[in-house]
């Protein structure tokens, strides 16, 4: 066991601790777009030449929609922004007529894959808060538990978390790490 393993292991727990603090910040960002949703209705979007990409959330619900312009029309400039707000926070699914081909809408839940004018592409998908909340919380909940666990339990690695009972060795087997020392890691039964 080496030590690019080592760095391996290093590199990945930084990456999920990353991941980690985003999806943290969007399930705050999100709980708070929940209960602001029901005052106003907003949507925010970019603009890259034909395309153009929004967020929006009115009721509990947020929106992600994609539209691409038809290659006739005049491109935008890149990186414009619109936004625009409405009093009320009525439902985004509201405006979904299921009876619509390519249209569909159930339990705060949604879609429209859609031409309005010819040419044109439009693609919106609607969620629920109520479902995007638990989704965002999944891995900050590991992570704390895995640093909860780490505390707790000597007997593991440092880096990788692999369990060192019995270990006297001086180095993690799974990882290559360095352990705090063979006699640290002695079953508890047989110190006695
Ligand atoms: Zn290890």
Redesign the pocket.
């Known amino acids: 066991m080496g030590k690019g393993k080592a760095r391996i292991?290093a590199i990945r727990r930084r990456l999920a601790t990353f991941l980690s603090a985003l999806s943290l910040a969007l399930c705050v960002a999100t709980a708070i777009v929940w209960v602001w949703s029901y005052m106003w209705q907003d949507g925010v979007r970019v603009s890259a030449g034909l395309l153009t990409t929004g967020v929006g959330f009115g009721g509990g619900q947020v929106a992600i929609t994609a539209i691409i312009e038809a290659p006739s029309s005049s491109r935008r400039p890149n990186g414009h922004i619109d936004w625009d707000q409405r009093p009320g926070g009525a439902a985004i699914t509201d405006a979904i007529d299921s009876d619509q081909p390519g249209q569909w809408a159930k339990l705060g839940f949604g879609y429209i894959w859609d031409s309005p004018t010819f040419g044109t592409r439009m693609f919106a998908i609607v969620v629920p808060c109520w479902f995007v909340l638990p989704v965002l919380a999944i891995l900050p909940a590991l992570t704390v538990r895995r640093i909860l666990r780490r505390k707790h339990d000597s007997g593991s690695?440092g880096?990788?978390?692999?369990d060192l009972t019995g270990n006297t060795s001086g180095t993690?087997p799974?990882?290559?790490?360095k352990t705090k020392g063979a006699a640290a890691y002695a079953p508890a039964n047989e110190a006695m």
């Open positions: 292991f690695c880096n990788c978390g692999y993690c799974e990882c290559g790490t």
